[in-house]
């Protein structure tokens, strides 16, 4: 006789159900000053978190794959019970509510996510060698154009003239083990009303990590940069708020660290499989720049 196989029992928070479930229940709590009776606010957030799930190329493809002629009773049920979407909204109707959310109100999701994912112990297989967090920090570009343009987009000046476009940091719990990554809340890289200069990502960054501190006052962190944040500020940031850090940087770049490469340092010789040989250097009490002496820390080059 055939034997039957067991049913796979989803974890309760830590599946795609209950992650749908948690933002769905965040998205309740939103305040819309436009309520409508057949389109919710929540209705047009889910209809975005399916699009990007669902890999559509804009919000016009997924309203055609949603609610065109060839949609059948079974995609509406898929829609409804996936993503619990109960009227899916147009194209249009989407973008006009998105466009009436503050970013910053959708923190309470972020926290939520966060809340489950370290109650369910996901946290722990992130954990790195000294037990604290790897926490990666970047920054990205989306939506450039040199037609379209918005009150909040940065501008830069090209040969062919101006171009305007959008960037926000991103920051990402990692572990070089794993596959896995726990994405946190972005901050938007934008431009205030007024403003003449353009927000820039290390502004961005300076505004990112305090939030985190006090939402995880007691999380061990090791953030990773790239040379863009190698300055004095962004140190003393990361120290004042009790973050170790890794910052990538080429020693080119680096007049004053690029002097004192030649003064000595630990050496090792890293054997690889194909012969090579990889030589590690490795120095403690490297000075940043020559305007801050007391700004020091460890440098490993190759």
Same mark, same amino acid.
């Given at each position: ?11 309760? /928070?830590?599946?795609? #159900?209950?992650?749908?479930?948690? &933002?769905? =229940?965040?998205?309740?709590?939103? +305040? ?29 493809? @997924? ?8 949609? =059948? ?12 979407? /109960?009227?899916? #909204? ?5 973008? +006009? ?12 999701? @972020? ?25 990666? &920090? ?12 918005? #009150?909040?987009?940065? $501008? ?6 101006? +171009? ?11 572990? #070089? ?11 938007? $890289? =934008?431009? *205030? ?10 502004? *961005? ?10 939402? /995880? ?5 090791? $953030?990773?940069?790239?040379?863009? /944040? ?31 490469? *030649? +003064? ?39």
């Amino acid at each position: 006789m055939p034997t039957s196989k067991k049913p796979r029992w989803l974890r309760r /928070h830590l599946s795609a #159900p209950g992650i749908v479930a948690t &933002i769905s =229940t965040c998205f309740e709590r939103l +305040e819309y000053p436009v309520p409508s009776r057949k389109v919710t606010l929540q209705d047009g957030l889910l209809s975005a978190l399916a699009m990007f799930k669902l890999k559509d190329a804009s919000l016009l493809a @997924f309203d055609r794959d949603a609610r065109g002629p060839k949609i =059948t009773p079974e995609w509406r049920r898929n829609l409804r019970k996936l993503f619990r979407i /109960h009227c899916v #909204p147009s194209d249009t109707a989407m973008r +006009e509510r998105l466009d009436r959310v503050d970013p910053p109100s959708l923190r309470p999701v @972020f926290k939520a996510l966060f809340a489950s994912f370290q109650r369910g112990g996901g946290l722990v297989k992130l954990k790195w060698r000294d037990g604290g967090s790897l926490l990666a &920090i970047d920054g990205t570009e989306y939506d450039t154009s040199s037609r379209i343009s918005c #009150p909040h987009c940065s $501008v830069r000046k090209r040969r062919g003239g101006i +171009e305007y476009h959008h960037q926000m940091v991103a920051a990402s719990l990692v572990n #070089p083990g794993t596959k896995a990554v726990f994405p946190l809340m972005p901050k938007l $890289v =934008t431009r *205030a009303d007024g403003a003449a200069k353009n927000d820039c990502e290390a502004k *961005a960054v300076a505004r990112l990590l305090p939030h985190f501190r006090r939402e /995880h006052p007691h999380l061990a962190l090791t $953030v990773l940069k790239d040379a863009l /944040h190698g300055k004095a500020p962004q140190v003393r940031l990361l120290r004042e708020l009790g973050m170790n850090f890794i910052i990538g940087a080429k020693a080119t770049g680096h007049k004053t660290v690029s002097s004192q490469l *030649a +003064e000595g340092g630990r050496r090792w010789v890293v054997d690889k499989e194909d012969v090579r040989t990889l030589t590690l250097c490795w120095r403690n009490g490297v000075q940043l720049n020559a305007s801050t002496p007391d700004l020091r820390g460890s440098m490993l080059w190759t």
